[in-house]
């Protein structure tokens, strides 16, 4: 997302959340303070913003259901082979071609990482946000077509994995010639979660529940693409 589209989300956010002024900077890369803390749990390797002056962690935790935003911005729904099987199956089709013919599209889009150090080019089959989106709202807020009156998720718990997984993104990267899977936050301007500590304790439940899901979603990607349902190059 551009830098103008970002600040305009968090100054959309800022209206009906409290947004602090260090999250709101560091979102606009203007701290020039930011440390990448690794904090490894389950076999993820979480990389946690740290900000030297102030000497805090950056954190999270969910609003929901005070909040849907991120299901009132959703940009996009990229699928895996597994969420296809479960969301075909769950909107009642019997057959998966039809699904994919009906309510998906093809994205294509670069992921970078918090720290911008890992480039990665995608294109993945992604669930329609409304019945009639096109190529060029890829990538751009929509409300999703799944969010009920009341702020629920009208195909939980077989929404998409990458529903499951936000605000983290996550990548693999080869390390001693292993896959090592790695999760950031997506720091779009769209989750008002965000906050500061001290330490990164207030977190800890999180990161254990997020690793398992962070680590089974890589999973699922590498059948994903095995398959030749969707393709990942790493660039950088
Ligand atoms: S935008 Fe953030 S706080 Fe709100 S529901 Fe989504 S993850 Fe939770
Ligand atoms: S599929 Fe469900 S959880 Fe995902 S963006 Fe849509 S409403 Fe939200």
Redesign the pocket.
Known sequence: MEELEVKQALDDLANKWNVEESIYDLHLGRRDDVSDSQLVVNEVVFHIPYLTRDKTFVL?????PD?????ERQGRLPLTRDDISLISNKMGYDSESEFIQKETRISSWNETSTMNNVITTISMISLKRKENENEDQDGKPLPCRFLDDCGSCKIHPDKPGVCWL??FSSWMESSNGKPVVHASYQLTG????FYTDKTSQPMMEIFQEYSKRIFSYNMSILRTTREKYGFINIVQ
Request: proline share 12%; aromatic share 18%.
């Open positions: 999270w935790r969910c609003l929901w909040c849907h935003n991120c299901c936000y605000p769209d989750c008002p979660g």
